[in-house]
């Protein structure tokens, strides 16, 4: 490689600030995929037979499916055979005590464990490759009654909620990547919040993947109960490596009468260097069900890492009167690309959905906007306002929207901006004129854009994001 | 009397956009404690001086030199002559939506206090600061969390203006156009505010078509601009003859 590549490498990847790989001893199950695979995956964590069943119903389906093309995305073909479903770190499967040595990743990551950390507010849900190593908070949050524990500690624990809740939102053959999810799922988080309690920490969940060859598949399940309230963030990285990774999650959020849920998510998967090199794949179903009657799901989503991004939270408001925002940042830069949206989907009577969303590409990346807003035809008065921006920085990149409006209620109204923009040279100037140079500008520029959902995230995580689109846009103007 | 120090020296300027010469050899010299005032009909070239010497990169400078500071400035960025202590008022006052008042001078201030090896001012002193930079101008103090330009009048928007110069205090302040778009009361309170920020060793260069601004802040020295040459230099006295009897006998004369 010459000295002029070597340069090229460093501007395009040495802002990831979380493509470190941590040395631990870890365990893998063979990779490929199969029955007795997925038996393996089951037994390794210790699964009644009813979820085995629900995993190999997953899988048969899954062999029927194909893989989704209508996404505006250009996927390279994928060897599901080339894949490992399953790792741990060794220490954390034989042992009660965390090793030290993920202890030290997760604070280098920013994510300190100990509950006496400057994230004091925020219960965290550590998830590394396959498995939770740690749930902080736990032991307070459960005086309240609230149940917040890794996935398989809920299948153990509560095995009633989880059977009661699991796939009820998105059902196992929903589409390709949520069946494999349902086959092979590993760990994620789990939380319930009982009739009227109002949750007093943020919770969160954080996924890492660590090791090479893998996937990382992880199932997450909310249920807010009448009444109740939560606010909940996930963040996820990866190590640099020129190899592609995929992450196939899904999320289930239902929320019952009068019940509130707020959803944040930063992703900062890694995004592979500026050749396009290297990446995870994420391909993602996320939905909540407004259940309840005054249901309410706020989302909130950050986008700036992953090489190929297909996720679309979603909401059915099916609660009389019940509310849904979504509010969504998304970078791309390089090669990288993202087809991502949301569909709101308005069942009851009198419910609202909003729909904020900022898109922004540089480089020779592909940004495109996806929405479904359908309204049913007992959806009385239902309301849809929708608006979708697109900023480009520089000429080789694209931001493409694709809103989709199906009404089928006569008084129900609905609503759609869009706009194209590009950072003026005007802009540029002024700031340069005042002393401001020109990467700052943008960064000033891109943080009014995008400040309208950046605000809608918890206070210590709207600093963070606000630093990581700095940082996924540098090099990108000039 | 001795003269004062050089501020900034322009010899021989040539400036073109594209294949058209705008500016054809401009000669000027400013001195700490001078207020020149620039005058000439639409199109002589008045706003291209103030872009060219801001360092606006859609123009090329073809020939000649210009020194600020006794150092050669057209090699240097925007920001770093806004570092050196350049400041350009602007004709149209530019709108960054989302990105308040606040954010935008503090941004600036702490770039230019960076460039100087200070510590970044801290939040407090810095609404202190701005709170009395504002009250120069005028400004009702809910326009800091405004965004900036987004949705101000006319007036406001050059108010603004002169609030961020308060805030950088320039060596030279270059008003392009600062009257235009304004009532006589926020004429009035833009040029008082400009007036209060004058110092001995600061300058000021006021680019107009109107005698009106001239009333208030009154120049040592006038230029008349045309096709983008210097034809004329006088005294004050200039603009109110200008004023009366136009430019055509200057341009004929």
Known sequence: MSEKDDILKNIGSAEYKHGFETQVEQEFIPKGLNEDIIRLISEKKGEPQWLLDFRLKAYRKWLTMKMPTWAHLDIPEIDFQDIIYFAAPKKATEKKEIDPELMATFDKLGIPLHERSVLAGTAVDAVFDSVSVKTTFRESLAEKGIIFCSFSEAVRDYPDLVRK?????????????????????????????????????????????????????????????????????????????????????????????????????????????????????????????????????????????????????????????????????????????????????????????????????????????????????????????????????????????????????PTAITEHEATTSKISEDQLFYCRQRGIPEESAVGLIIGGYTKEVINKLPMEFAVEAQKLLEVSLEGSVG | MTENKILLEIKGLHASVGDKEILRGIDLTVREGETHAIMGPNGSGKSTLSAVLAGRDSYTVTAGEVTFNGRDILGLTPEERSFEGLFLSFQYPIEIPGVTNVNFMRTAVNEHRRHKGLEPLNAADFLKLMRSRMEIVEMNPSFSSRGVNVGFSGGEKKRNEIFQMAMLEPRLAILDETDSGLDVDALRIVATGVNKLKRPDNAAIVITHYQRLLDYIVPDVVHVLYKGRIIKTAGKELAREIEERGYDWIING
């Open chain 1, 165 to 409: 809740y699991l796939a009820s939102v998105v059902p196992i053959g929903d589409n390709y990547y949520a069946a494999l999810n349902s086959a092979v799922f590993s760990d994620g988080s789990f939380c319930y919040i009982p009739k009227g309690v109002h949750c007093p920490m943020e919770l969160s969940s954080y996924f890492r993947i660590n090791a090479r060859g893998t996937g990382q598949f992880e199932r997450t399940l909310i249920v807010a109960d009448e009444g109740s309230y939560v606010s909940y963030l996930e963040g996820c990285t990866a190590p640099m490596r020129d190899e592609n990774q995929l992450h196939a999650a899904v999320v289930e959020i239902v929320v019952l009468d009068n019940a509130e849920v707020k959803y944040s998510t930063v992703q900062n998967w890694y995004p592979g260097d500026a050749q396009g090199r290297g990446g995870i794949f994420n391909f993602v179903t996320k939905r909540g069900i407004c259940k309840g009657v005054n249901s309410k799901l706020f989302w909130t989503q950050v986008e700036t890492g992953s090489a190929i991004t297909w996720k679309y939270p979603s909401t059915i408001l099916k609660g009389d009167n019940s509310v849904s925002e979504f509010y969504s940042v998304a970078v791309t830069n390089n090669y990288q690309q993202a087809d991502t949206g949301t569909k709101m989907i308005h069942i009851g009577r009198n419910t609202h959905s909003r729909i904020i969303s900022k898109g922004i590409s540089a480089g020779h990346s592909q940004n495109s906007y996806r929405g479904l807003v359908k309204i049913l035809p007992g959806a009385e008065n239902a309301r849809n306002y929708s608006q979708c921006d697109s900023l480009l920085l520089g000429d080789k990149c694209g931001a493409h929207t694709f809103p989709v409006v199906e009404n089928q209620n």
